[in-house]
């Protein structure tokens, strides 16, 4: 517990460090004032796509001067639900409603949000149901960002309107976000979704604690946001389907830019984290290959991607946009092109993405300290382990190490407790934050239920609260905890059985505190969660090990155990070479390729290689200290050229065989050219259904053609009379009408509009209300281009949702900034630096390296500083540094400043 307190106290002081000042940013939940006034002038010029949203959310119902209040209630419930609908209403009400205001300036619209708010806030007094903190964390940008908005603008509101809200927000839904307990978080979506709605809670409420506790979980957690990612940027929901890993994006994209309001950047987090996952998502969304590890959450594992095509997504995706493309001048490419395909906003979800839309970002905000979590123990363990039948398991057990190896053999009748546990018991007692890594290598099939298991233990006794996670012969990992004070989901998630693809795996069990997790991984670092619980009163003292069970007492089953380590353990096994890396992703930037991989247990540096032919030869053009970020960007590459990567893990043994090869072709990014300018169709149903609906990007209107216009016609579009763009895809969205939709068609170009030359043709085309992107092979320009459709499913008429055509960007990419100059250290402590420099000229953001000599080699320490200094943490007393800093924009890198030398005193002197 000492342990936990401590952790959350460093967050506290580093979020003060962060804010500088006492006062929080209102509004800022995440929208500021400044953002707010920039959306206002967009709208007010027509410019798009700020108008459109505007005008489809001013046409909603929520944000009618007539809207009717659906409640109050004094009970709101979710699973089961008790006037949820309702609440939602209502919420979304005052959200549309605090926008209308800010826009417009009526003052009708402002009092109409805070009469409904405050009713809520005099009469609501629970948010209950098995599910609150879902339902909170999806409308937490409606009910505290309306409630910000009105607060921070408009003049009605008063002090005691913030006093009756955050008391709201502090008693009712702020237990409502935890519902499972203050430390304790779902899985995946449902943790971040509860962090969504914790953060915006202790922002409104001006709670430091609260938000450095949120802060705190966003960082360490195993069970979702940052933890329950990988560098590939895969995520826990990543196997289950597109729409909830959207959720968890999102929820990470709207905690990092309401902390972006409040100065912290959380958005630099493991290495930029949050784009990784973005990009990862817009990737596969897009219907590009993608490779996939193993991984989950800790209610599922999911052993192969989810199918992508998801028709939603603008909202997350404007903000990750903005975070790393105009604030941190790096690229994002998949982000791009999907966020281009989608539409300005889905009027099915209500969510007014267009406020979040930017061509230009000023703000800066700084990062956080480097979060303390325990290392993983590094040296194996060859010895010094003890063994024990617990429960009285007959035959007695056995235990030998050889070579790399422990050799376990256990009977016992089984492990799955709580109170009769049996099984041998290979173990070392250790103290604190502990943990223990190994891989199963084999398990003697004694039973289909024999396991071999790494454990930890109050006591020996076969009743003692303890955890494990095991491996079966029927390629399962199994887990159970017992004695657990308080686990997600309770005794139903406490023990479960999931497949695996091999019945050679990797288990880990982390003590942080009073909190347990168990892990599995298919290469020793691709760490899925399987269980988080907390203990109550759970000793400083507790026993780690390896455990057998053959699941038939009477007879031994024999396990063998690699890569052995346990915190405090002691022994040397020289080292063996590393395995290649399971998933290596590149990504197509302009006249740059980001490349991400996940770690290889062992490395100690990744070679970068590259070739122009698939099969290679491929040539190191990189080598990249592990724990670096498992990242790289190549700069070396030009435009419309593709080349191929391998990855290789290295340490002292030698290096792996190379990682399956990511081809990618760098290129300016696709746009969507079908806007400004003329629609046209053979027939259209009536005004509202004509053919510009199908080029609005509006979710909610459609282009029909009428019941009776025949199966076969057309729908076109002309580019301009000085306009034309070598088309190289579009993009069709159908209704949910099936019937009506095309089924077969010709995709035309034409400069005369009477002269057609078919680029595409497609046959027997089937999906229903989604979205689905055609590649073609085109390289000439043309100004009128049309779908030709030959038949519908059936229906006498065509129904087309949206029609929209993307031709490559000809906007130029800036130059490469210039070089950061007047680089100076300074020393307020004898374990830190302060470094300053010069703005440079085009920087939008600063990378800082740093060697311990000053020929280096140096190593990026912080990417994406988005000031001009920075405060070095993470160093020794006693030791000399040398620093560099480089500028970036979306065109590059600028050249290093010169170099700063800074030693780290071993106390202040003045």
């Known amino acids: 517990m000492k342990n936990v307190i401590a952790a959350v106290a460093a967050a506290l002081i580093c979020l003060c460090h962060a804010l500088h000042a006492s006062a929080f940013v209102h509004p800022g939940l995440p929208l500021t004032r400044s953002e707010l006034n920039r959306v206002k002038a967009r709208i007010r010029a027509g410019d798009q796509p700020w108008k459109s949203g505007f005008n489809a959310m001013a046409a909603d119902w929520h944000s009618k001067l007539n809207y009717r209040m659906q409640g109050p209630f004094a009970d709101v419930s979710r699973n089961p639900n008790v006037h949820l609908y309702q609440w939602e209403n209502d919420m979304q009400a005052v959200y549309n409603q605090s926008l209308m205001w800010y826009f417009t300036g009526n ?316 099984c041998q018991f290979v173990y070392k007692p250790v103290e604190g934050n502990c943990t223990i890594i190994a891989k199963v290598d084999s398990i003697q099939r004694i039973s289909v239920h024999s396991k071999a298991a790494v454990m930890i233990r109050e006591s020996m006794r076969p009743d003692a609260p303890s955890a494990w996670i095991a491996v079966t012969p029927a390629k399962l990992y199994e887990f159970t905890m017992s004695g657990w004070s308080n686990l997600w989901g309770g005794s139903y998630f406490a023990k479960a059985g999931r497949a695996i693809p091999m019945s050679s795996y990797w288990l880990k069990i982390e003590r942080i505190g009073d909190m347990i997790t168990l892990f599995v991984s298919p290469d020793g670092t691709s760490w899925g969660t399987a269980c988080v619980g907390k203990y109550a009163h759970l000793p400083y003292t507790l026993y780690l090990g390896l455990a057998v069970c053959s699941h038939h007492q009477g007879r031994l089953a024999a396990a063998q155990f690699s890569h052995v380590r346990i915190t405090g353990g002691v022994g040397f096994v020289a080292p063996t070479r590393p395995e290649a890396p399971l998933a290596v992703v590149a990504d197509p930037g302009s006249r740059q390729v980001p490349l991400r991989w996940v770690k290889s247990f062992g490395a100690t540096a990744y070679l970068i290689k590259r070739s122009s032919r698939s099969g290679g030869p491929f040539r190191t053009i990189a080598t990249i200290p592990a724990g670096s970020g498992e990242s790289y960007i190549d700069r070396s590459v030009v435009n419309g050229k593709r080349y191929h990567y391998v990855v290789v893990a290295s340490n002292a043994a030698g290096d792996s065989g190379p990682s399956s090869v990511a081809s990618v072709l760098p290129d300016p990014p696709l746009v969507r050219v079908s806007k400004h300018g003329i629609a046209a169709a053979y027939a259209q149903a009536n005004a509202q259904q004509g053919p510009d609906k199908a080029f609005d990007n509006l979710a909610g209107t459609q282009w029909f053609s009428g019941s009776h216009a025949g199966g076969r016609g057309w729908i076109g579009y002309d580019l301009g009379a000085e306009r034309r763009c070598v088309v190289t895809r579009y993009d069709i969205t159908n209704t949910n009408a099936l019937a009506f939709n095309p089924k077969s068609w010709e995709f035309q170009g034409s400069n005369d509009g009477r002269h057609w030359i078919t680029l595409d043709t497609r046959r027997n085309e089937s999906f229903r209300g989604g979205l689905k992107s055609f590649s073609i092979h085109n390289t000439t320009a043309y100004r009128f281009y049309r779908l030709k459709i030959t038949a519908t499913h059936g229906a006498d008429g065509i129904q087309l949702a949206g029609f929209d055509l993307f031709a490559k960007s000809k906007i130029p990419l800036p130059p490469a900034p210039w070089k950061p100059t007047a680089l100076t250290a300074s020393r307020p402590s004898g374990t830190q630096v302060d470094l300053k420099w010069n703005t440079a000229h085009g920087a939008v953001s600063y990378n800082v390296e740093r060697s311990t000599t000053p020929r280096g080699p140096y190593v990026t320490i912080i990417r994406g500083v988005t000031s001009n200094m920075y405060r070095d943490q993470r160093i020794k007393a006693g030791r000399t540094y040398y620093y560099k800093v480089r500028a970036m924009n979306c065109g590059g890198i600028s050249r290093p400043s010169a170099v700063v030398e800074a030693k780290a005193l071993a106390a202040w002197t003045q």
């Open 107 to 422: 003052a009708a619209y402002a009092r109409k949000a805070a009469h409904i708010l405050l009713a809520w806030a005099r009469t609501q007094k629970k948010f209950g149901g098995m599910e609150s903190d879902l339902d909170l964390g999806d409308f937490a940008y409606r009910f505290a960002g309306g409630a910000d908005i009105l607060r921070g603008t408009w003049p009605g509101w008063t002090p005691a309107d913030t006093a009756a809200v955050k008391h709201l927000f502090g008693t009712v839904y702020w237990p409502g976000a935890f519902n499972a307990g203050h430390n304790i978080l779902g899985p995946a979506n449902k943790g971040m979704l509860a962090l969504s709605a914790a953060c915006a809670i202790a922002i409104f409420n001006d709670d430091k604690a609260r938000l450095a506790h949120v802060i705190h979980l966003y960082r360490t957690q195993a069970a979702t946001a940052l933890r329950n990612t990988l560098p590939t940027g895969e995520s826990g929901e990543s196997g289950r389907d597109q729409g909830h890993a959207w959720d968890i994006m999102k929820s990470m994209a709207f905690i990092c830019e309401a902390c972006w309001a409040q100065g912290i950047d959380l958005y630099s987090e493991d290495n930029n984290r949050l784009l990784a996952v973005g990009e990862y998502w817009a990737r596969v969304n897009s219907g590009v290959k993608t490779p996939f590890t193993p991984f989950g959450p800790i209610d599922a594992y999911y052993l192969k991607s989810a199918a992508g095509g998801w028709p939603h997504g603008r909202l997350a995706l404007n903000m990750l946009y903005d975070a790393y493309v105009l604030r941190k001048g790096l690229q994002a490419p998949y982000i791009q092109m999907r966020r281009s395909e989608l539409p300005i906003d889905d009027s099915s979800s209500n969510n007014n993405s267009f406020v979040f839309y930017r061509n230009s970002a000023h703000s800066s905000a700084q990062p956080l300290p480097p979060v303390r979590v325990p290392p993983a123990p590094a040296e194996p363990v060859t010895g010094g382990l003890r063994n024990f039948d617990i429960g009285q398991a007959l035959p007695r057990g056995q235990c030998r190490y050889h070579n790399g190896i422990w050799t376990v053999k256990g009977a016992g009748i089984d492990i799955w407790g709580p109170r009769s546990d049996s």
